[in-house]
């Protein structure tokens, strides 16, 4: 990335916002609304995943493995008897918030609603 003058886009936020822009936006779906300060929008355009991980309370490893895990559709890991993967996605896929996702890898629970049970058995 082109090397960034902090200063420079804090004084450009701080005069937009001075004369009413907004520059509150939501640059990617953690699942909350938010408004970025001058120095938060820095740490965005620097690093928007360690950005990310952070509004939400998780590692930038969490929030990464989350992105990738949504990526793939969201599918069940498990392994069907043919040997490929379960085609389905996982229970409740919609409800998958960052969080949400890290909680249940954690758990084992990350799979569609006929191999969650099947997965532990
Ligand atoms: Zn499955």
Redesign the pocket.
């Known amino acids: 990335m082109q090397d960034i003058n902090p200063q420079h886009i804090t004084n450009v936020i701080r005069l937009l916002n001075e004369h009413g822009i907004q520059t509150a936006a939501i640059f990617e779906p953690i699942g909350c609304t938010f408004h970025p300060s001058p120095e938060d929008i820095i740490k965005m355009i620097q690093d928007s995943d360690a950005f990310f991980a952070r509004e939400c309370g998780l590692s930038k490893k969490d929030y990464q493995d989350w992105k990738a895990f949504l990526k793939t559709g969201c ?4 392994t ?1 008897r043919a040997g490929t993967q ?3 996605r ?1 229970k409740n896929f919609t409800e998958l918030s960052p969080q949400r996702y890290v909680e249940r890898r954690n758990q084992g629970t990350l ?6 049970h099947t997965a532990h058995s």
């Open positions: 599918r069940c890991p498990a069907t379960c085609a389905k996982v799979f569609c609603a006929v191999h969650q």
